[in-house]
Nanobody, 121 residues
């Protein structure tokens, strides 16, 4: 079974920082682009940042200059460093990949279960 497991969410004051992790587990050969999305009740899921297998990155305008996405391919883990957090960053954060290549040759799209980030004083 292949999973993406997020961790690192929690409660932080405005201006604070959090580091989210997204760890892939299973019989994995390689992982393609990994995205971080976020969602609040009543709103559509929003793309926050992505990182390609080669390390190229892209960010939503709302987080540019504050969030940094990175990956450790040896550990099948992607990180989202979030600085200067604002109350409007409060959401459930999900990691996603459009494909993981498994031993045996299968490709799977995978979503994590989400981790809650709350920015509040």
């Amino acid at each position: 079974q292949v999973q993406l497991v997020e961790s690192g969410g929690g409660l932080v004051q405005p201006g604070g920082s959090l580091r989210l992790s997204c760890a892939a587990s299973g019989s994995i050969l390689s992982i393609n682009t990994v995205d971080w999305y976020r969602q609040t009740p009543g709103k559509q899921r929003e793309l926050v940042a992505l990182i390609t297998s080669g390390g190229s990155t892209n960010y939503a305008d709302s987080v540019k200059g504050r969030f940094t996405i990175s990956r450790d391919n040896a550990k099948n883990t992607v990180f989202l460093q979030m600085n200067s957090l604002k109350p409007e960053d409060t959401a459930v954060y999900y990691c996603h990949t459009d494909w993981i290549r498994l031993l045996g040759g299968r490709y799977l799209e995978v979503w994590g279960q989400g981790t809650l980030v709350t920015v509040s004083s």
